[in-house]
């Protein structure tokens, strides 16, 4: 008898792969250092975490070191983070800062610039172009047509993507530069109940509806309210100074802008409690003004 014959199976290429790689967007706080002292950064972030309550437990945070030229000690710092119930998951630094975090398990990270927007003034009576430009930052996807992305959220840690509009070239032989389009916001057309959060990246968002205390809003751009702002909200979330928040009724857990935040404890300024209102960024101070007669 000849030598017997083991038969090898080849694996089916229909066989459910154990796992796959899909990308993700990723809403993450950017916590940035301005001192290489790790004791007082450590007590910075204490008293942070104190004023903002609960709004910043569990989030993923990218720890920015980038303005440090003198090594921290990065085991200290992570440790103080994940105690305040943060989870570290990148760094934006360079040289020994970068590998010294590396070292304590933080991989590098690129977060990228915060949005630009242009200076807009009022157009004075005749001079409006035929062809309407609303100035804003747009990215361009010129396989769709401008239109308005809808989101609705479903868990606490949903973040969302909108589509993008698209440019018109100028007619031929024209030396008009051709319009540039704004990007179409976000537009929630629900309320938003606590425990959930919106991210309406690059763009604005609009929700039309209440947004419940324990719900967050976020944008890069500017948020608009229709309906009671109870909850959270957060404009120019990648450091945009020049965006606002604008709701029908304040009365909100916290505010933010460009990373500038208030809690608030207490009842606002009867003025804009309750009442139309606008926040916007004034250096390091947030302004409430009210959009009432």
């Known amino acids: 008898m000849g030598p017997e014959k083991v038969s090898k199976k080849t694996p089916s290429r229909k066989t459910t792969q154990a796992l796959d790689f899909k990308s993700a967007t990723l809403y993450a706080i950017r ?24 709004f910043f437990e569990n989030e993923p945070v990218v720890v920015d070191a980038g303005q440090l030229d003198e090594v ?13 119930h943060l989870h570290p998951v990148g760094v934006v630094a360079e040289g020994a800062q970068q590998e010294a975090a590396l070292a304590a398990g933080l991989p590098s ?19 409006v172009p035929a062809a309407a ?5 747009a990215h361009v996807d010129p396989t769709r047509p401008p239109a308005a992305a809808s989101q609705t959220p479903q868990s606490s840690a949903e973040a969302a993507v909108p589509e993008q509009g698209a440019t018109d070239a100028p007619p031929s032989g024209s030396a ?3 319009p540039t ?16 959060r919106v991210y309406a990246r690059d763009t604005d ?41 604008f709701t029908t009724e304040l009365d909100p857990e916290l505010v933010a802008i460009a990373g500038v935040y208030r809690v608030i404890e207490t009842k606002l300024d009867a003025a804009v409690h309750n009442k139309p209102a606008i926040v916007s960024l004034d250096g390091e101070s947030l302004q409430f003004e009210s959009l009432g007669k």
């Open 109 to 127: 990270v690129d977060v990228g610039g915060a949005p630009v927007r242009p200076d807009t003034k009022p157009v004075a009576e005749g001079d």
């Open 133 to 137: 430009v609303i100035p804003d930052k």
């Open 72 to 84: 921290i000690d990065w085991p200290a710092l992570l440790s103080a983070l994940r105690s305040h």
């Open 31 to 54: 916590v940035v250092l301005h001192s290489p002292d790790t004791d007082a950064l450590i007590e910075a972030l204490a008293q942070r975490m104190n004023d903002a309550g609960a």
């Open 176 to 178: 008009q530069a051709a």
């Open 205 to 245: 968002l609009i929700v039309i509806g209440v947004v419940s205390r324990g719900a967050e809003v976020i944008a890069d751009g500017n948020v608009h309210v229709y309906g009671p702002l109870r909850g959270k909200a957060m404009a120019g979330a990648r450091g945009d100074a020049r965006a606002r928040i």
């Open 181 to 196: 389009v704004a990007p179409a916001a976000m537009i929630v057309n629900r309320p938003l109940r606590s425990g959930q």
